[in-house]
């Protein structure tokens, strides 16, 4: 049963990177169909991201109510109603029914990380719930690997036919929404283990809500949860852009290294499953966040080529970094309070959209180079929270 349950969650995890990933095309595609600058298309990440800030409590009171398996369907459904959603925009060419439809979109993939995570770290030994979450999340990077050359093909080549017109989101996005009712079905039928039927996220008293804020680790997880998944979208946003700013290649090429970042991240959580068995979280935390902010000071002071590989190098060191923040987050904590946290530190991922909203603005006043040191200063906050988690 928890290896059936296993194998569900792979396939959730890689939908939701694949359908997140998308963000990255959809950016430059829109930022070129409705001719924004950088701070108006990142309200594309801002709309996406802001679902968390807003929709992880209320998640986790659904999970309260109807458990881990349902959340998990019902989640798949309103993401599929988001993609549905992208019809009426391209019908409309309205860039503000694009933010409404991604923001549906968004809040159904909120369902299923609140519901995702903990449930995973409750699938066995607790002192191997990093590497357990490491492994899913590896299939939630194959689907960012995916998903830049979907999007290449069917969503950023119609640049090359139209640049005012946004119908070649239309039938991409409907592809999606059927695959998603499949899964939908598909993950209804399945048995999970009893354990989901133990959810109290959101119940209990002001004081136990306090108890679990106090927890050592919670909000500084949450802080870091913030720049992490804040530094992440935000380079691989503008990651096209600036590829094409560095080096002479079209859109739909420059997709590919997006494809190369995300790809990245997924090698990287191979082999941490190893590394995070063999070695300290904390220890290897820090050591992927020093090393992120070498190769975004290395690509800045850069040019051609080199600029581009060791920008997209960030993607590997990304690999580890959320499961394990998570892990480190709720370490020590009874499973009653990590229910309960498992909603707050969804709710940090609200970075996604504030921070690439940030980079945004600093893009258009000074150019993407000096833009990257935000998220450079994102990654130097991680490495502190990796040097603290050793010492507790």
């Known amino acids: 049963m928890y290896r059936q349950a296993l194998f569900s969650l792979t396939v959730l995890f890689f939908m939701m990177g694949f359908i997140t990933c998308l963000n990255d095309i959809l950016v430059p595609y829109l930022k070129e ?29 659904v999970i309260g109510k109807v458990g881990y398996q349902k959340t998990m369907v ?41 519901a995702a995570n903990p449930f995973v770290s409750l699938l066995g030994p607790r002192e191997s719930a990093s590497s357990r979450l490491t492994m899913v999340q590896a299939f939630n990077s194959f689907g960012t690997f995916l998903a830049p050359f979907f999007g290449s093909y069917f969503i950023l080549s119609k640049l090359n036919v139209s640049t005012d017109d946004p119908s070649g989101l239309r039938y991409p996005y409907l592809f999606i929404a059927a695959v998603l009712g499949v899964i939908a079905v598909f993950l209804a039928r399945l048995k999970f283990p009893k354990s989901e039927e133990n959810y109290d996220g959101v119940s209990g008293s002001w004081m136990e809500w306090k108890a679990v804020i ?28 600036y590829v094409m700013d560095r080096v002479s290649m079209p859109e739909t090429q420059a997709a590919n290294m997006v494809a190369l970042y995300w790809g990245g991240a997924m090698a990287g ?15 290897v935390l820090t050591v992927h966040s020093l090393l992120s902010i070498a190769l975004i000071l290395i690509s800045i002071n850069s040019f051609g080529m080199r600029a581009v590989y060791s920008i997209v190098l960030v993607g590997v060191c990304n690999s580890i970094m959320f499961p394990t923040i998570f892990t480190l987050a709720i370490r020590g904590m009874s499973e009653h309070r990590i229910q309960k946290a498992s909603g707050l530190l969804s709710t940090a991922i609200i970075g996604g959209a504030l921070i690439p909203v940030i980079t945004g603005q600093m893009a258009d006043s000074y150019g993407l180079r000096v833009a990257f040191l935000l998220p450079a200063l994102c990654y130097g906050y991680i490495a502190l929270f990796g040097v603290k988690s050793q010492k507790a």
């Open 33 to 61: 169909v409705f001719k924004l600058d950088y701070s108006k298309a990142a309200l594309v990440q801002f709309c996406f991201f802001a679902a968390y800030g807003l929709t992880s409590i209320p998640a986790s009171k």
């Open 74 to 114: 019902y989640g798949f459904i309103l993401t599929a109603i988001g993609c549905l959603m992208f019809f009426p925009a391209v019908q409309f060419s309205t860039y503000s029914l694009f933010l409404l439809a991604l923001f549906v979109l968004a809040s159904g993939i909120v369902m299923l990380q609140v």
């Open 214 to 241: 106090n927890e050592p680790h919670l909000v500084l997880g949450m802080l870091g949860i913030f720049c992490y998944v804040g530094a992440e979208v935000a380079i691989g946003s503008f990651l096209v852009n």
């Open 269 to 283: 959580r191979f082999l941490g499953i190893y590394t995070l068995r063999e070695f300290p979280p904390g220890k």
